[in-house]
């Protein structure tokens, strides 16, 4: 069975601009999740979807928006990047709905200059 | 609030047993986890323990879980260069879901 899967693997971005981040979940998985990764601040939760619906949201500001479609993969975008958005970007799915192990992608690097 | 902490750094010889250590703060996690994350990668579940056990053990690991210090352990046995890697443990949030708390991992540095 194939991974989840994330595009693209690398991005260099400047500043102001926006970007989207796709995810496809392992086959028959209906939840995704994504965190964002960086040395400070470490493996931060974004949101989470469960059938086209964001059921969770961390704590960052509106410029990170994300939704699920209808065959469950899902992308995110951040619109006027800023330095600080450079990160690794992970996107993971889940089978079940509630308590179900996290099956992470390799995730996205974003560079913002 | 939730809070997962995790030594930063463990150093081993190639052979012997490595014990990675992890504290956590919400007693009603209902599953904890370990992950392994190598250079450039995305993180790889290893393993993971629910809440009413104690110990969990699947090939070479080994997951001891104390709830009432909120402690949990992660043991390599024979541990070989090919488990140098940043291991993360992680709770899974009481806000429901499928949302983790993750530490700051610990990176595993195995010699010969």
């Known amino acids: 069975k194939a991974g989840v899967t994330q595009t693209p693997r690398y991005l260099i971005k400047t500043r102001g601009q926006q970007v989207t981040l796709s995810c496809s979940p392992i086959?028959?998985?209906?939840?995704v999740s994504w965190y964002q990764q960086t040395p400070g601040q470490g493996l931060q939760f974004l949101f989470e979807?469960?059938?086209?619906?964001?059921?969770n949201k961390g704590n960052f500001p509106g410029r990170f928006s994300g939704r699920q479609f209808s065959n469950s993969r899902s992308e995110m975008n951040v619109s006027t990047l800023e330095l600080g958005d450079s990160a690794l970007y992970l996107c993971?799915?889940?089978?079940?709905?509630?308590?179900?192990?996290?099956?992470f992608g390799n995730g996205t690097r974003l560079t913002v200059t | 609030g939730e809070d997962v902490e995790q030594s930063l750094f463990l150093s081993v010889r190639e052979g012997d047993s490595s014990v990675i250590n992890c504290t956590y703060t919400?007693?009603?996690?209902?599953?904890l986890y370990w992950y392994k994350q190598e250079p450039g990668a995305g993180l790889q579940l290893l393993t993971y323990?629910?809440?009413?056990?104690d110990m969990k053990q699947d090939q070479r690991l080994t997951v001891l879980l104390n709830k009432k210090d909120k402690h949990l352990s992660l043991r390599i046995a024979d541990t070989q260069t090919g488990d140098s890697a940043i291991y993360f443990c992680?709770?899974?949030?009481?806000?429901?879901?499928?949302?983790?708390?993750f530490g700051a991992g610990t990176r595993l540095a195995v010699h010969p």
């Open positions: 993971a799915s889940s089978l079940r709905q509630y308590n179900s192990p996290l099956h």
């Open positions: 086959s028959g998985h209906r939840s």
């Open positions: 979807y469960f059938s086209e619906t964001q059921r």
């Open positions: 919400d007693s009603s996690s209902t599953y």
């Open positions: 323990i629910f809440s009413n056990m």
């Open positions: 992680a709770e899974s949030s009481t806000g429901g879901y499928n949302k983790l708390i």
